[in-house]
């Protein structure tokens, strides 16, 4: 079990002793032991509505008595009997027999005590409390803590002084009365408020009867200070790496300092060791991790080492660092748990400093990479950045409203098989836009010089240079249009973009960190089609673009959005990367983009590039998403890249089309049991990328979740298949996988409803 559930305990019993006494100060207590049932609605778990707890009690508040009699001797004791009822602040106290010492202000209660407030009821045999110095016992004593729906029991409670609490015999739930699905019990507990602490002997956690967690001596926390400890534990079962068992520890070093420690036990491995160290100063965050596992299938030892800072020298310096490295290239493969880690080609290591004023940034930037893929190529790895140095102005609105920016970037690029060198960019931005509600209009000229300095290994310039000059006109209408049966405003916006840039011989340069964007509707208004400042393409071309969009009159929310535009171009495009023939068409491919919301139940995502030269399309895309009102989740999404546009494959050294199909669905069976699945599926080598699925039981006090899940770890076709099983006592923690985090990631929209039971 995790440092939090008996955290929670602690300050729940507390908090009840407290509150029966006047000097005590009510904890502030926010309305997150809200219940609901699968479905979304609250049927099965009954809800209560608290976001405020009424104001302490403080010493000599008046106190009200009524009784069906009532006798005061000399002494000042006033004895109460039948029906007796006692109201002080928030307070009520019921009794059948009660005596108040007015001097000394104790109160002594018997026969069917019932002690309440918005908050707690407490029921005992007997109960002693003095209203200004704060002792109270009782004896017998049951609970009920109204806003997380916990209730427990105990022999003895007994408030000894200020914070200072004593429990015999004690039980903790938040099952309804009648129902012991889960239970806590601890023979003693002892809850000091004024350190934070709490201590309990014989601590036990049942569910369905069986013990599932014991301890015979615990220190927690009470409050919400950290303290060291252990965190829940998580364990699985996979074919890659047998049971997976991992107990991870919490070291609260210093209030800016901490560390988390765990082992993880693959039965199939060994014993990995697992570190993670955090530091937060007024500089930054800083972060090191370490892994390390002597490997009995991999024959081997490996470990996973991660560095990382992010923060601010000066109010206008930042600095961020990262260094990631593994043992070998196998490392995610075989012990990460997630396809994204699998799926992993490169980790990275960089270093940034960046300076920012008004009008100027300098970033000093180093990077490297780590390969961790087994199939791919020396020749194919990025190139390091050792160092890259980058200077970027921008002046908005001088000289009669003209924007100038500029940019600068000198860095030295170094690959073990291919030619690497330094490389100079300098460039100038100017552009004098007109604008209205209704239009705008943005003409503009720029210049750009590049140089470089190479260490060849062929027979070209090692000092090849290029300077270009380009002029655009970028200009846009916006039109708009009530419509009344909808109750919103559509727009029409029109815009045409012209790009002029001359055209230079760039075949003797390298390409070094320069890819050409993925061609979308946002690409016909940039004003190149490369990233990076290896290929500056010719251009002379127009872009016409048309978007409409249904807006809400209300809320302003987008209900649609519906964009189409192409380019046409005046001249070939010579100007590409290595092995790309010059294209000739006269004009793009069609750019298409649909999204719709009309409703909370539904929206859906579609993208298109259609290749009318051609006769096909060259990329599609759908996303959609249902929910009904019993909180039914479908999602159904397709993925389709035409051969054109991947990559070449080194084994048949052909290109291969990508489709894919994505379909995941949370369904609600009845209150308590939902299902969830997905289904990730390669369509052109008909294999399946991802299977999930899963079930989930969910109470008013406890939820049960089991997952099977099979997904590929790399392109071979290997895969690796799990059965993973979590209970979630509510109130008092987790025991198992993560699955909530799986099936988040999964299904897109299911929420993980232990960040509303879990307390």
Not at 402 to 408: A, F, K, L, T, Y
Not at 483 to 490: A, P, S, T
Not at 496 to 515: E, G, N
């Amino acid at each position: 079990m995790s440092k939090e559930p008996l955290s929670k305990l602690g300050t729940y019993i507390l908090g009840f002793a407290c509150l029966t006494a006047t000097a005590g100060e009510l904890p502030h207590t926010r309305n997150e032991g809200q219940a609901v049932s699968l479905n979304g609605q609250d049927t099965s778990c009954p809800t209560t509505q608290i976001t405020e707890t009424a104001p302490p009690h403080q010493r000599g508040t008046p106190v009200q008595l009524s009784a069906d009699r009532a006798e005061r001797d000399e002494a000042g004791v006033v004895t109460l009997q039948g029906e007796v009822k006692m109201k002080f602040g928030s307070h009520t106290v019921n009794a059948d027999l009660l005596r108040y010492h007015e001097a000394s202000r104790q109160i002594q209660a018997s026969s069917d005590v019932r002690i309440e407030n918005d908050q707690l009821i407490v029921e005992s045999l007997d109960a002693q409390l003095n209203l200004d110095s704060g002792y109270f016992k009782s004896s017998s004593t049951t609970y009920r803590y109204k806003p997380l729906h916990a209730r427990g029991k105990a022999d003895s409670i007994e408030r000894v002084s200020d914070g200072l609490v004593e429990l015999e015999n004690t039980t903790y739930t938040t099952c309804e009365k009648g129902d012991n699905s889960w239970e806590l019990a601890a023979s003693e507990l002892e809850l000091d408020k004024s350190s934070g602490d709490g201590t309990g002997k014989d601590v036990l956690v049942k569910f369905k009867g069986v013990p599932v967690f014991y301890t015979p001596w615990i220190r927690f926390p009470i409050d919400n200070t950290r303290r060291s400890g252990f965190l829940t534990p998580t364990f699985s079962n996979s074919n890659d790496s047998g049971v997976e068992l991992e107990i991870p520890w919490y070291w609260n070093i210093a209030p800016n300092r901490d560390a988390v420690l765990a082992s993880r036990l693959l039965s199939d491995r060994g014993l990995q060791l697992k570190s993670g160290f955090r530091h937060l100063s007024r500089k930054g965050l800083s972060e090191v991790g370490i892994e390390y596992l002597d490997d009995d299938e991999f024959k081997d030892e490996r470990y996973l080492t991660l560095v990382k800072h992010q923060g601010f020298l000066t109010p206008r310096t930042e600095l961020d660092i990262l260094y990631n490295r593994v043992s070998d290239e196998r490392y995610f493969e075989d012990l990460g748990n997630a396809l994204g880690y699998s799926s992993t080609q490169f980790i990275e290591q960089y270093g940034r400093l960046a300076y920012r004023s008004q009008h100027w940034e300098f970033t000093g930037h180093v990077q490297s990479f780590q390969s961790v893929d087994q199939s791919l190529p020396n020749k194919d790895k990025p190139f390091k950045r050792l160092p890259q140095l980058k200077l970027n102005g921008n002046y908005p609105a001088v000289a009669g409203g003209i924007n100038i920016s500029s940019e600068s970037e000198w860095v030295r690029f170094q690959h073990d098989d291919k030619t690497d060198g330094e490389r100079l960019h300098l460039g100038i931005k100017i552009e004098h836009p007109f604008e209205d509600l209704a239009y705008f209009v943005r003409p503009g000229v720029h210049l750009s010089h590049t140089r470089y300095d190479l260490r060849r290994k062929d027979d070209l310039d090692d000092e090849p240079t290029r300077s270009l000059p380009s002029i655009y006109l970028d200009a846009g209408l916006i039109f708009e249009r009530r419509l009344k049966q909808l109750g919103g405003i559509q727009t029409l916006e029109p815009r045409m973009y012209y790009l002029h840039t001359s055209f230079r011989d760039q075949t003797d340069i390298p390409v070094f960190d320069t890819a050409e964007y993925e061609f979308e509707f946002e690409q016909l208004f940039r004003n190149s089609r490369f990233s990076g400042h290896d290929r500056i393409e010719e251009a002379d071309h127009l872009s016409v673009g048309l978007t409409s969009r249904i807006l809400d009159l209300e809320d302003g929310k987008e209900k649609m959005q519906a964009s189409l535009g192409r380019i046409f171009y005046f001249r070939d495009r010579k100007t590409g990367l290595p092995g790309n023939p010059v294209e000739r068409e006269q004009s793009s491919q069609v750019a298409a983009e649909l999204k719709i919301g009309l409703s909370d139940r539904w929206e859906a995502i579609a993208s298109t590039l259609l290749d009318t030269h051609n006769d096909h399309t060259e990329r599609n895309s759908l996303r959609f998403q249902y929910r009904s009102d019993n909180n039914l989740i479908l999602n159904i999404a397709y993925r389709y890249r035409h051969r054109d546009l991947e990559p070449v494959d080194p084994e048949t050294n052909l290109r291969q089309s990508l489709e894919q199909s994505d379909f995941s669905m949370l369904l609600p069976v009845n209150d308590n049991w939902r299902a969830a699945v997905r289904w990730n599926y390669d369509l052109v080598e008909k294999r399946n990328l991802e299977l999930l699925a899963g079930l989930e039981y969910d109470t008013c006090c406890w939820k049960l979740r089991l997952a099977g899940r099979r997904y590929s770890q790399n392109t071979d076709e290997d895969y690796n298949n799990s059965i993973e099983l979590q209970l979630v006592l509510k109130g008092l923690g987790q025991i198992g996988a993560p699955l909530g985090e799986l099936l988040e990631r999964g299904v897109r929209g299911y929420d993980d409803r232990d960040s509303e039971n879990y307390f």
